[in-house]
């Protein structure tokens, strides 16, 4: 599979030496700028991506598993190439290293997630990174790290300058921890109220392995840090403890606030306004951070609002009154019925729309609600409501597998073959029947890519034209 010498050679600069002084160092300052992302088309090596900084991690997607994506990196000084191509479960994506001639010099060949290895190279200069997938499509994070130049690098461990307005506080470590997460990643769906410590203590933190956490907010202060750098001792402690406070777009698109994110074991993002969140946070580079730190096997979690910006289908109200369920029954296109989708992308939350305080505030038929809209329009070929009460969290490993812990219920909500959307209208009530419902409280397990489940279930029907008593059974909960 060798290509020309030509096709390997780096992009000409030709008009870098005939012009002035300050047009050269333009033009070379451009050449070098180091990228976050792929831009396609990078599918032949005479149009790779790059260069990769040291330690930066980049993200790209396999459109289909016929998909090729090349990047280079350029080496400082002679030492070790290591190379760590990271993606989520079911997936095998594969790596090849070339230098700027001949075959491939190593390759990560392998089922393993992430997908790593080490080149001793002992020549500077220009290598080349061709991605393949041996099976699946999808998102990734490559991560290369070289031998430092003695310049001062790039590397994970430099903490860029924090922005004077932006707002954080931090408890432990402030270098990076270095650790990588194990068996992950993971989701933790929390419905709000008390925080459930066993979410962390006994699923996240294992993940995180000792690592960093982040927590991120549009609003309020540091209650997160003191309660979750001491929840737990020895080796499953964390780092550190930082929150960052990203209430501007400005701030969200920091170097600080994405190197932080990027770096991060477990990111947790506190209750608030579901919509500050994404239109602070939707297409910056904290959003892609967050992805990207997912993809590497890191925690991702939220309570309340944080919880409802993790679903591929958000309710996203923004300004308008929230939607009770006896409004939304009574008229599912009524003006507070509005969604988002396209925001962090995780791959474990495909399908799904979420919500939270559940029982308390009396949501099933909102969720449903929101069910039969997405449907109808066409927005979502299949869908998944999952309800979480408060005091109440759902646990998601890296397969798709959740458990439930604390003290109240948590509620999956699935069409089936005999599922009815009989009337979704405009101005009329909702008639929707024939969906599954599954209960599950502490200790209960269902498994999200099988449907199995230790929860108990139901079949469960909504008719808005008896407004009193929409739903059948009448307690849906």
């Known amino acids: 599979m060798p290509l020309s010498t030509l096709l390997r050679a780096p992009t000409a600069r030709p008009y870098c030496y005939v012009v002035s002084l300050l047009a050269a160092l333009l033009c070379a300052q451009a050449a070098n700028a180091q990228i976050r992302a792929e831009s396609e088309s990078n599918d032949r090596e005479s149009t790779a991506d790059g260069p990769i900084g040291s330690g930066v991690v980049v993200t790209g997607t396999f459109s289909s598993s016929r998909d090729i994506d090349w990047f280079y990196v350029d080496?400082?000084?002679?030492?070790?190439?290591?190379?760590s191509l990271d993606h989520a479960s079911g997936r095998d994506f594969d790596w090849a290293l070339y230098q700027a001639t001949g075959g491939a010099v190593t390759s990560g060949r392998s089922s393993r997630i992430p997908e790593t290895g080490t080149f001793p190279a002992?020549?500077?200069?220009?290598?080349?990174?061709?991605?393949?997938?041996?099976?699946?499509?999808?998102p990734y994070t490559l991560r290369v790290d070289l031998p430092s130049s003695g310049g001062g690098g790039t590397g994970v461990g430099t903490r860029p300058t924090k922005p004077g307005n932006l707002q954080n506080w931090l408890v432990g470590n402030a270098a990076d921890s270095g650790r990588s997460p194990v068996n992950g990643p993971g989701l933790i769906l929390m419905g709000g109220g008390l925080d459930v410590d066993a979410s962390f203590s006994q699923?996240?933190?294992?993940?995180?392995?000792?690592?960093?956490?982040?927590?991120?907010?549009?609003?309020?202060?540091?209650?997160?840090?003191?309660?979750?750098?001491?929840?737990?001792?020895?080796a499953?402690?964390?780092?550190?403890?930082?929150?960052?406070?990203?209430?501007?777009?400005?701030?969200?698109?920091?170097?600080?606030?994405?190197?932080?994110?990027?770096?991060?074991?477990?990111?947790?993002?506190?209750?608030?306004?579901?919509?500050?969140?994404?239109?602070?946070?939707?297409?910056?580079?904290?959003?892609?951070?967050?992805?990207?730190a997912y993809l590497r096997g890191a925690v991702i979690g939220g309570t309340s609002a944080g919880l409802a910006v993790q679903g591929e289908h958000i309710y996203d109200p923004d300004g308008v009154t929230a939607?009770?369920?006896?409004?939304?029954?009574a008229n599912p296109y009524r003006s507070g019925m509005l969604f988002s989708t396209l925001f962090l992308d995780l791959p474990l939350m495909g399908d799904i729309i979420t919500d939270t305080h559940f029982s308390q505030r009396d949501r099933m038929g909102r969720l449903l609600a929101f069910m039969a809209r997405l449907r109808q329009d066409g927005n979502a070929p299949r869908i998944v409501g999952v309800g979480v009460s408060e005091n109440t969290?759902?646990?998601?490993?890296?397969?798709?597998?959740?458990?439930?812990?604390?003290?109240?219920?948590?509620?999956?909500?699935?069409?089936?073959?005999?599922t009815q959307r009989t009337q979704v209208a405009n101005?009329?009530?909702?008639v929707y029947r024939n969906l599954r419902r599954t209960r599950l409280v502490a200790g209960q397990t269902i498994d999200f890519v099988s449907g199995q489940t230790t929860g108990s279930a139901?079949?469960?029907?909504?008719?808005?034209?008896?407004?009193?008593?929409?739903?059948?059974?009448?307690?849906?909960?």
Not at 278 to 286: E, G, V
Request: glycine share 10%; aromatic share 8%.
């Open 427 to 430: 101005g009329q009530p909702l």
């Open 236 to 292: 499953l402690k964390p780092d550190s403890v930082e929150t960052l406070l990203l209430d501007t777009r400005e701030k969200a698109n920091s170097d600080y606030a994405e190197w932080t994110l990027r770096n991060a074991e477990l990111i947790f993002i506190a209750g608030g306004d579901q919509s500050s969140y994404l239109n602070a946070w939707k297409d910056t580079r904290s959003e892609d951070a967050i992805r990207a």
């Open 458 to 477: 139901i079949i469960l029907s909504v008719d808005g034209r008896n407004a009193a008593t929409p739903l059948t059974p009448q307690n849906a909960y």
């Open 122 to 138: 002992a020549t500077t200069g220009r290598y080349y990174l061709k991605l393949t997938s041996h099976s699946g499509s999808g």
């Open 393 to 418: 969290a759902i646990f998601l490993d890296r397969d798709g597998r959740g458990i439930v812990d604390g003290s109240g219920s948590a509620y999956v909500i699935e069409e089936t073959a005999d």
């Open 323 to 329: 939607v009770t369920s006896a409004e939304a029954v």
């Open 75 to 83: 080496m400082p000084s002679s030492g070790t190439i290591s190379i």
């Open 203 to 234: 699923r996240a933190f294992p993940i995180a392995n000792g690592g960093d956490v982040v927590v991120i907010r549009t609003s309020g202060t540091n209650g997160y840090n003191d309660y979750l750098f001491n929840l737990v001792s020895g």
